[in-house]
């Protein structure tokens, strides 16, 4: 399956999925600064190989998208799993801040931090896979994670 977007292609092939970057370039310093804030910690997409313009990561066994499980009609939202999405969005935060301690200069943020980029696996485990979207900045806080609490707090009121 293909996936055609205006910046980049996704291709999910049976074993991995492959992110082509139409202006996006990949560097050596993204790829080991993302792969050591990675370690140990199952909540990111791993990154098995790079190019300039692709990443190759793993393929996850998804059962749903966290913004179609929270803004379903049908499905009856489970107070824990909310928890868990909760939980590990702010775990992203936290770890973005916590890597940061250890650089000298620039922050480790994500750019794109939303719900859109959060699914469900099968064993009902939380991931954050848009990993191209980390990048070291001046700023320790992206103003985008505010829109993302925004819309938790909105979805959550179903509960």
């Known amino acids: 399956m293909k996936i055609e977007k205006q910046s980049s292609t996704i ?28 370690v140990d910690k199952p909540i990111y997409t791993k990154v098995i190989e790079y190019t300039d313009n692709t990443l190759v990561m793993e393929k996850l066994d998804i059962w749903m998208p966290v913004n179609k ?25 936290i770890d973005c801040i916590e890597y940061s301690k250890n650089l000298s200069k620039d922050y480790w943020t994500h750019d794109d931090l939303t719900i859109d980029n959060f699914v469900i696996t099968n064993d009902n485990k939380i991931k954050l896979i848009d ?8 700023n ?20």
């Open 11 to 38: 291709e999910v092939r049976e074993d991995c999925v492959i992110k082509t970057f139409v202006d996006k370039k990949i560097s050596d310093e993204w790829f080991k600064t993302y792969t050591c804030f990675t």
């Open 131 to 138: 990993p191209d979207s980390f990048h070291l900045c001046k």
């Open 140 to 159: 320790p806080i992206d103003y985008k994670y505010s829109f993302g609490i925004i819309e938790l707090e909105n979805l959550m009121r179903k509960l």
């Open 69 to 93: 499980y929270l803004k379903s009609k049908e499905i009856t939202l489970d107070r824990q799993m909310c928890l868990n999405i909760l939980s590990t969005y702010f775990q992203v935060i």
